[in-house]
């Protein structure tokens, strides 16, 4: 497992953007795929994007095709997601999880979430 910590969450303006980061400490991301996820109040969490460190691969739920961005930073050991034209609907806690592969299994481990909230 490899310990993930999310930062960047806070409260935007619908239309807005952030940035969030998600940093591992004490193991290197190379050979994981590392994946964003939301939970809204009441709802069941979800997945949101991912991406294989190597970057060749990468994946977005229908939801924000087109709005967020995943990307990682090798020299930082910190992955990304760039959430622009951001709506109330996006409010949520967002979590950063990490697995060893791009196509299935279980994300073996996460971080503590980081709360994003968009008015309206």
């Known amino acids: 497992q490899v310990q993930l910590v999310e930062s960047g969450g806070g409260l935007v303006q619908a239309g807005g953007s952030l940035r969030l980061s998600c940093a591992a400490s004490?193991?290197?991301?190379?050979?994981?795929?590392v994946g964003w996820f939301r939970q809204a109040p009441g709802k069941e969490r979800e997945f949101v994007a991912k991406?294989?460190?190597?970057?060749?691969?990468?994946g977005y739920a229908d939801s924000v095709k087109g709005r967020f961005a995943i990307s990682r930073d090798k020299s930082k050991n910190t992955v990304y997601l760039q959430m622009n034209s951001l709506k109330p609907e996006d409010t949520a806690v967002y979590y950063c999880?990490?697995?060893?592969?791009?196509?299935?299994?279980?994300?073996?481990?996460w971080g503590q979430g980081t709360q994003v909230t968009v008015s309206s």
């Open positions: 999880a990490a697995r060893r592969s791009f196509y299935h299994g279980d994300w073996g481990s």
């Open positions: 004490e193991r290197s991301l190379s050979s994981y795929t």
């Open positions: 991406m294989e460190w190597s970057g060749s691969n990468t």
